[in-house]
C-alpha cells in the first residue's frame, strides 16, 4: 500500500492511498462471489458463475467499488496509523482512480493547542479595601429600608413618598400610559423621569386631591421608538402624601437589624460583608482576565467543522430563544428582520470561533495541570443547587441523577478549578507539576 500525505490549510490532510493490486484482486474474487449471490446470471445458478462471467456481467469498476467498500475502514486505520494521523473526521473521499484502486480521503485533524510558557506567565493581584464611605452608603440604605411612611395631609415635598394615577396621550389622543395607584420616592433613582421628563418636579406642590395635566416632549430613549420627540399630555393625580420616617443611625438601630449590641458591631459587621464580596468580584476578575491572556497567547488549530458544529449549536440556542420570546420559528422572524439563516450565521461565525478557542484552551489546562472532580464533589454541588432551588427540592435532585446532568456539573466544577488554578499560576503561587511520566501515568488514570 502506498501512501502520500498533502497537508492543507485548514487543519485537514488528503491522504491519498494506493492499494496493492494483489491484495485489491484477491478482494475482487471475494466481490465478485458476494455479488454472484445476488442475481442470476444467465447460464449459471445463484452464486455458481465463475469470477471472469461476473466480471464480465456486473464491470470492472462496480467490482472495484464493493472492493472499495469492503475495505475502506480497513484501508484507512492502516493508513492513518502509518501516517501518523489523528483524525477528527474523515471529511469526505474520492476515487481518483480504479487501476491502481486510489482513494483520496480528506482527513480533519483533532484539534492542537500550544499554551506557550503558560506556567511563567505573571500578573499583578489588585489590593481589595472597602472605604468608610461604601459603609456609611451601606447603613444609610440599612435606614432606609427600616423607615416608616406616615400619611400628612401637606404639599409634597422632594424627600417623600407619593400615591398617584398618571395617564398619558399623545398629541393625537392616544392613550399611552396609564398607571394607577403608582407608588413613587420623589427622593429616588429617577427612572420614572427617563420617561417621563421632570415627573418628580410636577408632582412636587401638590396634595392628595390635586389633579395636573401638563406637556411633555418624549425623550430620544422613550421605550416606544415610534412616540420619541413627540409632545405628549400627562396627567397626573395625588391620591395619598406620605411622609417617610428614618431611624436615627444609632445602637437602637443596629439592635433592630441584626444580632448586634451597638452601632460599632453593625459597621464591623458591614465593612467584613462588603471585604468578602469585593475580594470574590477581585478574584473572579483576575482569573477571568488571566485566563483571558492565556487564550490570547495560545495558538490553537482545528479543522472547519467543528466550528461549523459550533454554529449549529449558537443557532439552535438563538432560535429557542426566539421562539420562547416571540413565538415565532426563527425562519419567519428572520424573514421579518429581512435577514436569514446564512446570513445569520456569519454574523455569529467570529464569535463561534473565539468561544471554540476558549473551550479548547481551557480543556487543555485542565489535561495539563491534570484537574479532576470526584464524585463527592459533584454530589456536593448537587446538594448545594438543590438547597438553593428552595422548593421541589425531590424533583430537582432527581433531575440530576441523570448522567448528562452530573456531566454538567462535573464540567463546571472544573472550569472553576481551572480559573482557580491560573490565578494561582499568576499570582506564583501554583503548586509544581509531576514529573512527566508521573504526568502521563495520572492522565492515563484520568482517561480510565
Given at each position: 500500500?502506498?501512501?502520500t500525505?498533502?497537508p492543507?490549510?485548514?487543519h485537514q490532510?488528503?491522504l491519498?492511498?494506493?492499494?496493492?493490486e494483489?491484495?485489491?484482486?484477491?478482494?475482487m474474487?471475494?466481490a465478485a462471489?458476494?455479488l454472484?449471490r445476488?442475481?442470476?446470471?444467465?447460464?449459471?445458478?445463484?452464486?455458481?458463475a465463475p469470477y471472469?462471467?461476473?466480471?464480465?456481467?456486473?464491470?470492472?469498476e462496480t467490482i472495484r467499488?464493493?472492493v472499495?467498500?469492503?475495505?475502506?475502514e480497513?484501508v484507512f486505520?492502516?493508513?492513518l496509523?502509518e501516517?501518523?494521523?489523528?483524525?477528527?473526521e474523515l471529511?469526505?473521499?474520492?476515487?481518483p482512480s480504479?487501476n491502481?484502486?486510489?482513494?483520496?480521503?480528506?482527513?480533519?485533524?483533532?484539534?492542537t493547542?500550544?499554551?506557550?510558557?503558560?506556567r511563567?506567565y505573571?500578573?499583578?493581584?489588585?489590593e481589595?479595601t472597602?472605604s468608610q464611605?461604601e459603609i456609611?452608603?451601606?447603613l444609610e440604605?440599612?435606614?432606609?429600608s427600616?423607615?416608616v411612611?406616615?400619611?400628612?395631609?401637606?404639599?409634597?415635598e422632594p424627600?417623600d413618598?407619593?400615591q398617584v394615577?398618571?395617564?398619558?396621550?399623545?398629541?393625537?389622543g392616544e392613550?399611552?400610559?396609564?398607571?394607577?395607584?403608582?407608588y413613587?420616592s420623589?427622593?429616588g433613582d429617577?427612572?420614572?423621569?427617563i420617561?417621563?421628563?421632570?415627573?418628580y418636579d410636577?408632582?412636587?406642590g401638590m396634595?392628595a386631591?390635586?389633579?395636573?395635566?401638563?406637556t411633555?416632549t418624549?425623550?430620544?430613549d422613550?421605550?416606544?421608538?415610534?412616540l420619541?420627540?413627540?409632545?405628549a399630555?400627562i396627567?397626573i393625580?395625588v391620591?395619598?402624601v406620605?411622609?417617610r420616617?428614618v431611624?436615627?443611625?444609632?445602637d437602637d438601630?443596629?439592635r433592630?437589624?441584626g444580632?448586634y449590641?451597638s452601632?460599632?458591631?453593625?459597621e464591623?459587621?458591614?465593612?467584613a460583608?462588603?471585604?468578602?464580596?469585593?475580594?470574590e468580584?477581585?478574584?473572579?476578575?483576575?482569573a477571568?482576565?488571566?485566563?483571558d491572556d492565556i487564550?490570547?497567547?495560545?495558538e490553537?488549530?482545528?479543522?472547519?467543522?467543528?466550528?461549523?458544529?459550533?454554529l449549529?449549536?449558537?443557532?439552535d440556542d438563538?432560535g429557542d430563544y426566539?421562539k420562547?420570546?416571540?413565538h415565532?420559528?426563527?425562519?419567519?422572524?428572520l424573514r421579518?428582520?429581512?435577514?436569514?439563516e446564512?446570513?445569520?450565521?456569519?454574523?455569529m461565525?467570529d464569535?463561534a470561533?473565539e468561544?471554540l478557542?476558549?473551550?479548547?484552551?481551557?480543556?487543555e489546562?485542565?489535561?495539563?495541570?491534570g484537574?479532576?472532580v470526584?464524585?463527592e464533589?459533584i454530589?456536593a454541588?448537587?446538594e448545594?443547587?438543590?438547597a438553593d432551588v428552595?422548593?421541589?427540592?425531590d424533583?430537582?435532585r432527581?433531575?440530576?441523577?441523570?448522567?448528562?446532568?452530573r456531566n454538567l456539573?462535573?464540567?463546571?466544577?472544573?472550569?472553576?478549578?481551572?480559573?482557580?488554578?491560573?490565578?494561582?499560576?499568576?499570582?506564583?503561587?501554583?503548586?509544581?507539576l509531576?514529573p512527566a511520566?508521573?504526568q502521563d501515568?495520572q492522565d492515563?488514570?484520568?482517561e480510565e
Amino acid at each position: 500500500m502506498k501512501i502520500t500525505t498533502q497537508p492543507l490549510e485548514n487543519h485537514q490532510v488528503v491522504l491519498t492511498i494506493e492499494l496493492d493490486e494483489e491484495r485489491v484482486q484477491k478482494e475482487m474474487r471475494r466481490a465478485a462471489r458476494r455479488l454472484s449471490r445476488q442475481v442470476n446470471i444467465p447460464g449459471f445458478r445463484r452464486g455458481k458463475a465463475p469470477y471472469d462471467r461476473v466480471l464480465l456481467y456486473f464491470g470492472e469498476e462496480t467490482i472495484r467499488d464493493e472492493v472499495v467498500s469492503a475495505l475502506a475502514e480497513e484501508v484507512f486505520e492502516e493508513a492513518l496509523k502509518e501516517a501518523d494521523l489523528d483524525p477528527y473526521e474523515l471529511s469526505s473521499v474520492e476515487i481518483p482512480s480504479y487501476n491502481p484502486l486510489t482513494m483520496q480521503v480528506t482527513v480533519s485533524l483533532r484539534p492542537t493547542v500550544e499554551l506557550g510558557d503558560y506556567r511563567s506567565y505573571r500578573r499583578e493581584y489588585p489590593e481589595v479595601t472597602v472605604s468608610q464611605e461604601e459603609i456609611e452608603e451601606e447603613l444609610e440604605h440599612i435606614r432606609m429600608s427600616n423607615s416608616v411612611l406616615e400619611p400628612v395631609e401637606r404639599a409634597a415635598e422632594p424627600d417623600d413618598d407619593v400615591q398617584v394615577d398618571i395617564i398619558g396621550r399623545t398629541a393625537s389622543g392616544e392613550l399611552f400610559i396609564e398607571d394607577k395607584d403608582l407608588y413613587l420616592s420623589l427622593y429616588g433613582d429617577e427612572e420614572e423621569e427617563i420617561v417621563i421628563p421632570g415627573l418628580y418636579d410636577f408632582i412636587v406642590g401638590m396634595s392628595a386631591g390635586d389633579e395636573r395635566t401638563v406637556t411633555v416632549t418624549l425623550p430620544d430613549d422613550f421605550p416606544r421608538e415610534d412616540l420619541r420627540g413627540q409632545d405628549a399630555e400627562i396627567t397626573i393625580k395625588v391620591l395619598d402624601v406620605y411622609e417617610r420616617i428614618v431611624p436615627a443611625l444609632d445602637d437602637d438601630l443596629a439592635r433592630t437589624v441584626g444580632n448586634y449590641d451597638s452601632l460599632e458591631e453593625l459597621e464591623a459587621h458591614i465593612a467584613a460583608e462588603l471585604l468578602r464580596a469585593k475580594q470574590e468580584e477581585a478574584d473572579e476578575e483576575y482569573a477571568n482576565r488571566v485566563f483571558d491572556d492565556i487564550v490570547a497567547q495560545a495558538e490553537v488549530k482545528y479543522p472547519p467543522e467543528m466550528v461549523e458544529k459550533w454554529l449549529d449549536d449558537m443557532v439552535d440556542d438563538y432560535g429557542d430563544y426566539v421562539k420562547r420570546s416571540l413565538h415565532l420559528p426563527l425562519a419567519d422572524y428572520l424573514r421579518f428582520q429581512g435577514s436569514d439563516e446564512q446570513t445569520l450565521r456569519d454574523s455569529m461565525r467570529d464569535q463561534a470561533a473565539e468561544g471554540l478557542k476558549r473551550l479548547l484552551v481551557m480543556w487543555e489546562l485542565i489535561e495539563r495541570e491534570g484537574l479532576t472532580v470526584s464524585d463527592e464533589e459533584i454530589a456536593a454541588e448537587i446538594e448545594r443547587i438543590v438547597a438553593d432551588v428552595g422548593v421541589d427540592q425531590d424533583s430537582v435532585r432527581e433531575a440530576f441523577s441523570a448522567e448528562g446532568s452530573r456531566n454538567l456539573v462535573r464540567d463546571r466544577l472544573l472550569q472553576k478549578k481551572m480559573l482557580e488554578r491560573v490565578a494561582a499560576i499568576a499570582r506564583g503561587e501554583a503548586p509544581e507539576l509531576p514529573p512527566a511520566d508521573e504526568q502521563d501515568e495520572q492522565d492515563e488514570q484520568t482517561e480510565e
